[in-house]
């Protein structure tokens, strides 16, 4: 199996992986970067701040870059409703 890194990159700090994980392929490995920078933002969020230009850099064991995946690419953003809407909408249901 081959082994990928997982370096996170949030504004000017670099935090490196010394010891990757051997994962069976590609798409395995952009599950764990999803999951990585998931519960990065998770701990951003708990302080009240959150970078969504910060990425996740996953090696390849040879040193090469696999790919790159920026943490707004880790989730679906969805928009708060105006206040009007919602109370527009509970008086058409009522």
């Not at 009240?48 to 920026?70: H, I, K, N, P, Q």
């Amino acid at each position: 199996m081959p082994a990928y890194f997982f370096h996170t990159r949030i504004g000017e700090d670099y935090l490196e992986d010394p010891e990757g994980l051997d994962l069976r392929d590609l798409a395995a490995a952009h599950r764990t970067a999803i999951r990585i920078a998931r519960t990065q933002m998770a701990e951003e969020v708990m302080d009240g701040r959150l970078d969504l230009g910060s990425t996740v850099e996953v090696m390849d064991g040879g040193g090469e870059t696999a790919f790159v995946l920026r943490f707004s690419e880790a989730i679906d953003i969805v928009r708060q409703r105006e206040p009007e809407y919602e109370v527009r909408r509970a008086a058409e249901s009522s």
